[in-house]
């Protein structure tokens, strides 16, 4: 099992920035992909990025791609999502997801079989 808790969700104006966390516990990070999905009101989750569990392969939803950076430290047990450049579309409730199977990450929520519990991001002025 693999418990995971975001933090750093909040409000920020248009163009600024955020770093969400993903902290884990029950199961080391290094044996795990990770991804993040979000979900607007009213839209169903998607994707948003992945990093494999040795963190060499990442990849990103085309419209976050070049603003967003996700990452991982093994030794602090945590993920992370560095958003820059945000706009108000940005807005959302984040999830972090970690897999044992999609080692190599996954755009797919349904690879995923364990999920925080969100925290919301809010850009707006």
């Known amino acids: 099992q693999v418990r995971l808790v975001e933090s750093g969700g909040g409000l920020v104006q248009p163009g600024g920035s955020l770093r969400l966390s993903c902290l884990a516990s029950?199961?080391?990070?290094?044996?795990?992909?990770m991804g993040w999905f979000r979900q607007a009101p009213g839209k169903e989750r998607e994707f948003v990025a992945s990093?494999?569990?040795?963190?060499?392969?990442?990849h990103y939803a085309d419209a976050v791609k070049g603003r967003f950076v996700i990452s991982k430290d093994n030794a602090m047990n945590t993920g992370y999502l560095e958003m820059n450049s945000l706009k108000p579309e940005d807005t959302a409730v984040y999830y972090c997801?970690?897999?044992?199977?999609?080692?190599?990450?996954?755009?797919?929520?349904?690879?995923?079989?364990?999920w925080g519990q969100g925290t919301q991001v809010t850009v707006s002025s």
């Open positions: 029950g199961r080391t990070l290094s044996s795990c992909a």
């Open positions: 997801a970690a897999t044992l199977i999609a080692l190599y990450g996954s755009p797919w929520s349904y690879e995923y079989e364990y």
């Open positions: 990093i494999s569990w040795t963190g060499d392969s990442t």
